[in-house]
């Protein structure tokens, strides 16, 4: 059996991919660096003795070609697991981010989550049997000011996550689809995004160990850590205005 972590090569996806490691999954491991690829191989089969198999592919997976390729270039190798898990956000007023990174935040967060989680979909349908694990964030919860177009983006995967898991559920499907949405995790988002979290972080091996246990349950919605699902069901029943002033607050003090 094997498992397909997308950006697996650095924090939450590492994490993910070395507790399937521990769980005897063979690996593929996608991100842009084939240097921290490697290094992430090595680490992963130092640890659990070599006794799997890990190939890695060296895509940006912003670029739809590369999709519809990864697809093409693992489609053989039984997968179970698919965890779709790339992705970056870029802190600053929306009229203050680049526009070309914003973009490419869409491609990456949004447009490479619709076409790996459809191909793959399909593939798992097909034999009745696969996991596809989204990684959302709490930020899907809320509108994000000063982090706009990444709430945005993470609302985006958590709403088409769950119409699919109603849409597999319908169908009396085997097949299981879940939401992993997290708060803050120390990884190396905050150097990309351009900030400094000013609440304590959760460590990326806790994330991943819970994540994957409530996506075996088939969970639907993964909120890691009491605090995140306190704030998130409290951002479900506060008054709009006054969860973007909460929002607003929260995110400008990462720059303060
Ligand atoms: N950390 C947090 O606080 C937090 C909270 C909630 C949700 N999340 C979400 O968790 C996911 C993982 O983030 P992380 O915190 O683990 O960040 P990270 O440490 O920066 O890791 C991101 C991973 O994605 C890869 N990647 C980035 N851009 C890519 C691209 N265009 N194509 C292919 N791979 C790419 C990176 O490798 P390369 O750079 O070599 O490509 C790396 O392996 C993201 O979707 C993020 O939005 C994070």
Redesign the pocket.
């Known amino acids: 059996m094997t498992a397909l972590i997308?950006?697996?090569?650095?924090?939450?996806?590492?994490e993910i991919a070395k507790q399937l490691a521990n769980f005897g999954y063979d690996l593929i491991l996608?991100?842009?660096?084939k240097e921290?690829?490697n290094t992430a191989k090595n680490e992963i089969l130092k640890a659990v003795n070599n006794k799997i198999n890990i190939d890695i592919l060296a895509?940006?997976?912003?670029d739809e070609e590369?999709c519809f390729k990864l697809f093409e270039a693992v489609k053989d190798k039984n997968i179970e697991i698919l965890i779709n898990?790339?992705?970056?956000?870029a802190f600053g007023a929306f009229d203050k981010t680049d526009i070309k990174t914003d973009i490419?935040m869409i491609d990456?967060?949004v447009k490479?989550i619709c076409i790996l989680t459809k191909l793959f979909l399909k593939y798992f349908k097909e034999k009745d049997s696969g996991y596809i694990m989204n990684?959302?964030?709490?930020?899907a919860f809320a509108p994000g000011p000063m982090l706009a177009n990444?709430y945005a983006t993470?609302a985006y995967v958590l709403r088409l996550t769950c119409a699919i898991y109603e849409e597999l559920r319908r169908d009396k499907s085997k097949v299981k689809v879940c939401a992993?949405?997290?708060?803050?995790?120390?990884?190396?988002?905050?150097?990309?995004a351009g900030v400094k979290?000013d609440i304590q972080?959760m460590e990326?091996d806790t994330v991943a160990k819970y994540a994957l246990k409530k996506m075996f349950k088939g969970a639907l919605t993964i909120v890691p850590g009491f605090y995140m699902k306190l704030s998130t069901f409290m951002s479900k029943i506060a008054p709009l205005k006054l969860c973007l002033r909460i929002v607003y607050n929260f995110q400008k003090k990462k720059i303060d």
């Open positions: 997308s950006g697996g090569s650095g924090g939450i996806g590492f996608v991100s842009r660096n921290k690829l895509l940006d997976l912003s590369s898990n790339a992705g970056f956000g490419n990456l967060n490479s990684v959302a964030s709490a930020a990444y993470k992993l949405c997290p708060g803050p995790v120390r990884t190396g988002f905050n150097a990309r979290f972080a990326a």
